[in-house]
């Protein structure tokens, strides 16, 4: 007994608590249009507000709605917000994803980025710059109501301008999963794993005998 509950334990020193920022489960809209065409806004995103110990940005995602005329080539971006523009470097920055999609779908990038608590940041998805003509076409799937508090949706006319303007009553579908410094495991915890599997089948070799 003493044996399994030493093993237990050791598995869940590698446990990582997680919390998530998700609006996925309210009915959205086709809110047009995400692209370089027209009056089409060249990035969409959501601003969020970090809470609590667990300040890891383990992966981040939007739902977007069809293509039309595509295949549109997107990329994930993170960034700090000071409360009306992105500050400072990009945080984090994907590889150019390009999509044709015929239905809303849920896109989302691995990040990996430790955040600060108590602080703002943009997520968002530019079109601009990366190999995409004026005809292929998206958009974010929103809803109203603004029931994320922490944040508001948000998107530039013209991609890099600084001219931010405000979803007012709107919210994207949008998630944000996070987790703590535990969330990858620490060579000594891998260890202390290790030596309770080899003590657990050592004692069982030596019943055995």
Do not use: H
Not at 60 to 75: A, D, R, T, V
Not at 112 to 139: C, E, H, K, R, W
Not at 168 to 174: S, V
Not at 176 to 196: E, T
């Amino acid at each position: 007994m003493k044996k399994v509950v030493f093993l237990f334990l050791c598995l869940f020193s590698l446990t990582a608590k997680a919390s998530v920022i998700s609006t996925l489960d309210n009915s959205g809209f086709d809110f047009r249009c995400l692209g370089t065409s027209g009056s089409c806004g060249q990035t969409f995103g959501q601003t969020f507000t970090v809470v609590g110990s667990e300040t890891r940005l383990i992966d981040f995602g939007f739902i977007l709605s069809s293509i039309s005329s595509g295949p549109l080539n997107i990329q994930f971006n993170l960034f700090a917000w000071d409360g009306s523009n992105i500050a400072g470097p990009a945080l984090f920055q994907s590889s150019v994803l390009s999509i044709n999609n015929l239905e809303a779908q849920l896109y989302t990038f691995a990040t990996n980025v430790d955040l600060t608590s108590g602080n703002q940041y943009m997520a968002f998805i530019n079109t601009a710059g990366i190999g995409n003509s004026t005809s292929p076409t998206s958009g974010f799937n929103a809803f109203s109501g603004s029931v994320y508090s922490g944040g508001s949706f948000r998107w530039e006319r013209n991609a890099g301008d600084g001219g931010w303007n405000n979803g007012d009553n709107y919210d994207t579908r949008f998630v944000a999963n996070f987790g703590s410094a535990n969330s990858v495991p620490a060579p000594a915890s891998l260890a202390l794993l290790g030596l309770g599997l080899i003590g657990l089948g050592f004692s069982r070799k030596i019943k055995a005998a």
